[in-house]
């Protein structure tokens, strides 16, 4: 069962105007947010966080907005540039109980593509 | 960046065939993870280690094993490769969530095929 999903495989956005990728969530013990951005070829990078006492971080052009109620997360791009084309992944954490860590459990990814 | 190495970074393999994958870091870290990326699923979490020689199940175990003998080493073994395996696998890290949070470094990726 998907516990975080991202129901968009695809969006395709003009430079300049605001991307919103989406997420779902269904477990209410996850607490910390992640969205991660990957180009072909290379590792997911971090991108930016939200703890679940927050409803909004931001970071730049980069903004998180979490509805706990909804359990539903966005990430928002404000303005969309070429460079921001690649696939980006929702991540939610919980805790691993063998220690300090925390386990990441990712949707499938939203590929973003900005046009000119 | 992170100091994350992976090795091999391509790999093509025939079925029933032992692989080993490794993942190096320079960090210190004491978490380590391994993924795979397979289209409509995502990043899965495979076999993780939370210390030296401590290691636990992920989300998808079967067909993996792992060990960590050094902070920095991290090796993900296929015993008995099939095709299924054919995918994209990533190595992450972390340390102590007072620390740095709940962010995960990750590497390169390696891609691995089998036949």
């Known amino acids: 069962d998907q516990q975080v999903k991202q129901n968009s495989p695809s969006l395709s956005v003009q430079e300049g105007r605001i991307s919103i990728l989406n997420c779902d969530y269904t477990n209410s013990m996850f607490d910390y947010f992640l969205w991660y951005k990957k180009y072909p070829a290379e590792g997911p990078t971090f991108l930016i966080s939200i703890s679940s006492i927050k409803d909004k971080n931001e970071d730049g052009r980069f903004t998180v907005f979490l509805n706990k109620s909804a359990k539903h997360l966005s990430l928002h791009i404000v303005p969309s540039q070429p460079g921001d084309s690649a696939v980006y992944f929702c991540a939610a954490s919980d805790f691993i109980n063998t220690g300090t860590a925390s386990k990441l459990t990712f949707g499938t990814g939203t590929r973003l593509q900005v046009t000119l | 960046d992170a100091g994350i190495t992976q090795s091999p970074r391509h790999k093509v393999t025939e079925t029933g065939t032992p692989v080993t994958l490794r993942c190096h870091q320079t960090e210190n870290h004491r978490y380590m993870y391994w993924y795979r990326q397979d289209p409509g699923h995502g990043l899965r979490l495979l076999p993780y280690?939370?210390?030296?020689?401590?290691?636990d199940k992920g989300e998808v175990s079967d067909g993996y094993s792992v060990s960590r003998s050094k902070t920095e080493d991290f090796l993900l073994t296929l015993e008995s490769a099939t095709s299924s395996q054919t995918s994209v696998y990533f190595c992450?890290?972390?340390?102590?969530?007072?620390?740095?949070?709940?962010?995960?470094?990750f590497g390169p990726g390696t891609r691995l095929t089998v036949l």
């Open positions: 992450a890290i972390s340390d102590d969530r007072e620390l740095l949070g709940d962010e995960q470094f």
């Open positions: 280690s939370y210390g030296v020689k401590d290691t």
